[in-house]
């Protein structure tokens, strides 16, 4: 898909989402079990399929599943709307060798609101082109049903429309679909914003991460950001006892199940070491941010 093509249809998708939101306020869209299917849904296809599946399996292989599982909980992932497994892991790879420097598709250096969600549809030459989808998931290209996923996917979105519809009517529709990736989409972006913005940074890494409490706690463990960064092959992003990380609980509870096995973490003389207080790095500006007016 051409890159402006997609940004277009980002910047336009993204504002009809939120829009659509804005129905909660008009009478009878809002009701207990409404709130309690968009939470539920936000844990399954945040939670498992964005932040296990997507992050912690798929772009860093920290963890391996069954086939099976890996395929049902990728599938899932696609629920959140935010691409294909195969461009959300290329993005997220690239993210990660140039993070907050020139070439991060959504880096930090060029300011809060462009790593929240500016990156996504305004001009942005750091997103990847066809090539550079093989050459960042070389592992993920050539398999046949993350290829079909893309067209695959809309089964699953008018599947799950249909059975809100047909449980809770349109209070569920509204709640369980718009106002959850409403609600996901902010809490995915504060990792890439507020997680290089806010915080504290527990060990010496090149980019601004950081170890964000209250992006954790919304984001299910991911906002322990400097953890990850510095450690990103690590299943694990709470490395304290009190950096609670409930994404690292589905891992343990997939394990026990024998439905995960090979969970990657840091050696232990790594995390046994001090941990030297790091402050947060002045962003550098690029160059040609000012130039473009961004």
């Given at each position: 898909m051409?890159?402006?093509?997609?940004?277009?249809?980002?910047?336009v998708?993204?504002?009809?989402?939120?829009?659509?939101?804005?129905?909660?306020?008009?009478?009878?869209?809002?009701?207990?079990?409404?709130?309690?299917?968009?939470?539920?849904?936000?844990?399954?296809?945040?939670?498992?399929?964005?932040?296990?599946?997507?992050?912690?399996?798929?772009?860093?292989?920290?963890v391996?599943?069954?086939?099976?599982?890996?395929?049902?909980?990728?599938?899932?992932?696609?629920l959140?709307?935010?691409g294909?497994?195969?461009?959300?892991?290329a993005?997220?790879?690239?993210?990660?060798?140039?993070?907050?420097?020139?070439?991060?598709?959504?880096?930090?250096?060029?300011?809060?609101?462009?790593?929240?969600?500016?990156w996504?549809?305004k001009?942005?030459?750091?997103?990847e082109?066809?090539?550079?989808?093989?050459?960042?998931?070389?592992?993920?290209?050539?398999?046949?049903?993350?290829?079909?996923?893309?067209?695959?996917?809309?089964?699953?979105?008018?599947?799950?429309?249909?059975?809100?519809?047909?449980?809770?009517?349109?209070?569920?529709?509204?709640?369980?679909?718009?106002?959850?990736?409403?609600?996901?989409?902010?809490?995915?972006?504060?990792?890439?914003?507020?997680?290089?913005?806010?915080?504290?940074?527990?060990?010496?890494?090149?980019?601004?991460?950081?170890?964000?409490?209250?992006?954790?706690?919304?984001?299910?463990?991911?906002?322990?950001?400097?953890?990850?960064?510095?450690?990103?092959?690590?299943?694990?992003?709470?490395?304290?006892?009190?950096?609670?990380?409930?994404?690292?609980?589905s891992?343990?509870?997939?394990?026990?199940?024998?439905?995960?096995?090979?969970?990657?973490?840091?050696?232990?003389?790594?995390?046994?070491?001090?941990?030297?207080?790091?402050?947060?790095?002045?962003?550098?500006?690029?160059?040609?941010?000012?130039?473009?007016?961004?």
């Amino acid at each position: 898909m051409n890159v402006t093509f997609r940004r277009w249809t980002n910047g336009v998708g993204i504002g009809l989402i939120h829009i659509a939101a804005l129905a909660v306020f008009l009478p009878g869209m809002t009701h207990w079990s409404s709130v309690a299917v968009a939470f539920v849904l936000l844990w399954v296809t945040g939670g498992l399929g964005i932040n296990l599946c997507y992050h912690r399996v798929l772009t860093h292989r920290s963890v391996r599943l069954l086939k099976p599982v890996e395929y049902i909980l990728a599938t899932i992932g696609t629920l959140s709307l935010q691409g294909d497994p195969v461009r959300w892991v290329a993005i997220h790879r690239k993210h990660h060798a140039y993070a907050d420097r020139e070439g991060d598709p959504h880096g930090r250096n060029r300011g809060f609101l462009w790593s929240h969600m500016d990156w996504l549809y305004k001009p942005n030459d750091a997103l990847e082109n066809e090539e550079e989808l093989v050459r960042y998931v070389p592992d993920m290209a050539n398999d046949r049903f993350y290829r079909a996923l893309p067209y695959l996917q809309w089964i699953a979105h008018f599947a799950l429309a249909g059975l809100l519809f047909a449980f809770g009517g349109w209070s569920w529709i509204v709640w369980g679909i718009f106002v959850r990736l409403v609600v996901s989409y902010h809490v995915t972006w504060f990792v890439n914003s507020a997680a290089h913005s806010l915080g504290y940074r527990t060990y010496v890494t090149r980019d601004l991460s950081t170890n964000c409490w209250w992006v954790a706690l919304l984001a299910w463990g991911e906002g322990w950001h400097n953890n990850h960064h510095a450690f990103p092959y690590s299943a694990r992003h709470g490395l304290k006892w009190f950096e609670i990380d409930p994404t690292w609980w589905s891992v343990q509870t997939l394990k026990f199940l024998r439905l995960a096995d090979s969970i990657k973490l840091p050696p232990r003389a790594a995390l046994q070491r001090k941990p030297v207080p790091v402050p947060i790095p002045v962003p550098v500006t690029a160059t040609r941010q000012a130039s473009r007016g961004y």
